[in-house]
């Protein structure tokens, strides 16, 4: 028998979640665009309810937060378990709700399923937790479901790989699942836990799009589901097996924002959840520090001198922290041996760190050390003593010619934590370079609790040290890992065109102050690709700013315009650290362009990457975005210096700023002069 029907809403700015319950487990009944206060919430669920006709059974079964396959769901269940090898059909009952937490029992399995909700800014925060009387095996646990949108045509998720990092995918709704699962035991380079769900004609700048993201480093799974009638679900929880059998459990938390500016609503949506509700900042009152990186200088081949002299040319640059990549301890002179050694090398620091940490702090910048915790080398002391420690098969596929430890294992983590804190108690170390560089044997949900407990309990004892979180580059990038660190290392490649891409497309998630981007050789490591300082300088510039290569190889002309453009973003960084991020629509593809824009949007800052050769002769106007149609603005055209002899006509632009109202520039757009590929335009904005 039904109960009465209880409705609740929950508002975040931008969207309305509105949940119906009868009894059984709550379903998201709307979620959308802000509904009007007041809304009469049951004449909405009556309204969403749908017709039957031959060939179906005769009511369609809910498709609620968990959606059961015992209450005849034949789409993909929420909950899927199992107990001494049966399959189990629960059939949950309400027995409590406040409007944001929902609990849900099962006498007959013995299950609790417990909902979450919270708003954190301008997303919405959902959790699922499951408790069993007795053990289970659990397959697959949905945080909670929510509704695909009916007018979207297609979706939008991620891939990547090493140096190519978050590759937009573009799949059709169409009947049955489309799913991603991560089985690396990452949220990984392979599968960016976040996707954007765009209505049909949604643009980067306007269009109704819902996004959702999944805060959980150990790999996740989605499904986007259009069922046979017609109604579609969406499911996010762990990788699928990647959890032990057990009594407890818990998805990680599932962000999700609702846009009518395109995917950019979501996408500022995202980056200030993370920048203001996820990160916490070790230092909130000192400005972003610009970085130096020793890795693609040195790589293993650490020589005190050498790197002083370094440390010297990245100060005067303008480096404000000099981080010492990897190679500092064991006997790592290759990427062969030594992980699990966290000693330094006597052979390499017969001193020890501390000259080094002296002569980079008499040069004004703090000192950071790279470590890549949980994993280890069978050449190592480490694996010597603690074969058990090593998770996985002893024959299995090596990745980097390691191995990876179990954190799940709490003296692991004893040990660890006892390592690092050693380090960072007898060194001026504020900052940790924190990496993970392969691919788990067994996906491990374990695994990623274990990391959380590390790093929580060193954020705890060491509160002023600031960790970066990098795996490969950008292989564990989501709101979880986070939760312990302050930046990520968006990706290995410091190819500008490659980056300028990347970096775009991660705007999608990541705020410009926790991601990493550096300037790098001028013959690209990792694409053999040679680009000229402007352009690797401005598109580091863009976001969290650093230098990675050899400063010793810079001619004087390029150290003064590495020189010139760090100043502008020192100058800059207080705004812009905190601005919004806004792609813009390019009309023509070669273009690759954003607009930063200060929280009180009076001033802002745009930056037209060209990223090939046009199809046309001369560049198509560029739309700006989200200014006032009735202000104006003063527009400068900052770079105008690096104009080529091929742009041939005396543009206004070119000669000093302009002053043009917000409707202009978002209606016609900025015509910005001819140039080559690899050349950035960079665009100063102020209302006047
Ligand atoms: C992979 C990282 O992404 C690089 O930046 C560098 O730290 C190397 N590991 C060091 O082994």
């Not at 909405?44 to 031959?54: I, Q």
């Not at 690759?592 to 106007?621: C, H, W």
Request: hydrophobic fraction near 40%; glycine fraction near 10%; charged fraction near 25%.
């Amino acid at each position: 028998m039904t109960q009465a029907l209880q409705t609740w809403r929950i508002d975040a700015p931008g969207q309305t979640l509105v949940l119906a319950s009868d009894g059984g487990v709550p379903g998201a009944l709307y979620w959308g665009a802000p509904l009007p206060a007041g809304a009469d919430l049951a004449a909405c669920a009556a309204a969403t309810e749908r017709d039957v006709t031959g060939g179906m059974i005769d009511r369609l079964p809910d498709l609620s937060l968990c959606p059961e396959a015992g209450n005849s769901f034949q789409g993909q269940a929420g909950l899927v378990a199992y107990r001494d090898g049966a399959a189990l059909y629960p059939r949950f009952k309400l027995s409590e709700a406040d409007g944001v937490r929902f609990v849900c029992e099962d006498a007959e399995t013995g299950l609790t399923l417990t909902f979450q909700f919270a708003v954190e800014g301008g997303v919405i925060a959902a959790s699922t937790s499951l408790i069993a009387k007795e053990e289970i095996t659990l397959h697959h646990l949905a945080a909670p479901v929510l509704p695909g949108p009916q007018m979207g045509a297609e979706i939008l998720h991620f891939s990547g790989r090493w140096v190519g990092e978050f590759q937009m995918e573009r799949s059709p709704w169409c009947a049955g699942i489309v799913m991603r699962d991560a089985r690396t035991g990452r949220s990984g380079h392979e599968h960016p836990p976040i996707a954007y769900f765009p209505e049909a004609g949604a643009t980067n700048t306007q269009g109704q799009v819902f996004a959702m993201h999944y805060g959980w480093s150990g790999g996740h799974v989605m499904y986007a589901e259009e069922l046979p009638d017609g109604r579609r679900q969406i499911q996010w929880g762990h990788a699928t097996g990647t959890q032990r059998a057990g009594r407890r459990f818990e998805t990680g938390k599932l962000y999700f924002a609702v846009s009518e500016t395109g995917l950019n609503g979501c996408a500022v949506a995202f980056q200030r959840h993370l920048r203001d509700e996820v990160v916490t900042w070790p230092h909130p009152e000192r400005p972003r520090p610009v970085h130096y990186n020793c890795w693609e200088a040195v790589y293993f081949d650490h020589n005190v001198d050498v790197l002083k002299e370094i440390a010297d040319r990245a100060a005067a640059l303008g480096a404000e922290r000099f981080v010492l990549d990897d190679g500092w301890f064991g006997k790592r002179d290759d990427d062969t041996s030594s992980l699990g050694d966290w000693d330094i090398d006597p052979r390499k620091w017969p001193d020890g760190l501390t000259p080094l940490i002296d002569h980079a702090q008499a040069l004004g910048m703090v000192f950071g050390l790279w470590f890549e915790p949980e994993m280890v080398n069978l050449d190592s002391d480490l694996a010597r003593a603690h074969p058990e420690w090593i998770l996985g098969p002893a024959d299995q596929i090596e990745g980097r010619q390691q191995r990876v430890l179990d954190l799940a294992n709490e003296e692991v983590r004893a040990h660890l934590f006892g390592k690092i804190s050693a380090l960072l108690e007898s060194h001026d170390i504020d900052y940790i370079k924190w990496d993970h560089n392969r691919l788990l044997p067994v996906a491990d949900a374990a695994q990623a609790d274990g990391i959380y407990a590390l790093l929580g309990a060193l954020r705890a004892a060491f509160p002023h040290v600031e960790i970066e979180s990098c795996s490969s580059g950008g292989g564990r990038i989501d709101a979880g890992i986070l939760q312990h660190t302050q930046r990520v290392w968006l990706s290995d490649s410091n190819d500008a065109r490659e980056r300028l891409r990347i970096q775009h497309d991660g705007a999608l998630m990541l705020p410009a102050a926790i991601a990493g981007s550096h300037v790098g050789p001028r013959h690209c490591h990792t694409s053999g690709r040679v680009h000229d300082i402007h352009f690797r300088a401005w598109v580091a510039a863009q976001r969290h700013m650093g230098f990675e290569m050899d400063p010793r190889e810079l001619t004087e002309e390029e150290a003064a315009v590495l020189t010139r453009v760090t100043a502008w973003w020192k100058a800059n960084r207080d705004w812009r650290m905190e601005a919004d991020i806004l792609r813009l629509d390019a009309a023509d593809p070669s273009v690759i362009a954003e607009l930063q824009l200060a929280r009180d949007k009076t001033r802002f800052v745009m930056f037209a990457g060209k990223a090939e050769t046009g199809r046309q002769s001369v560049p198509r106007p560029l739309r700006l975005t989200a200014l006032e149609p009735d202000a104006h603005y003063e527009i400068e055209l900052i770079n105008r210096d690096e104009a080529h002899h091929l742009s041939r006509r005396a543009l206004p632009i070119k000669d000093g700023p302009l002053t043009l109202s917000g409707q202009f520039l978002m209606q016609h757009g900025l015509i910005l002069p001819w140039s080559f590929p690899d050349q950035m335009w960079v665009i100063e904005g102020k209302r006047v």
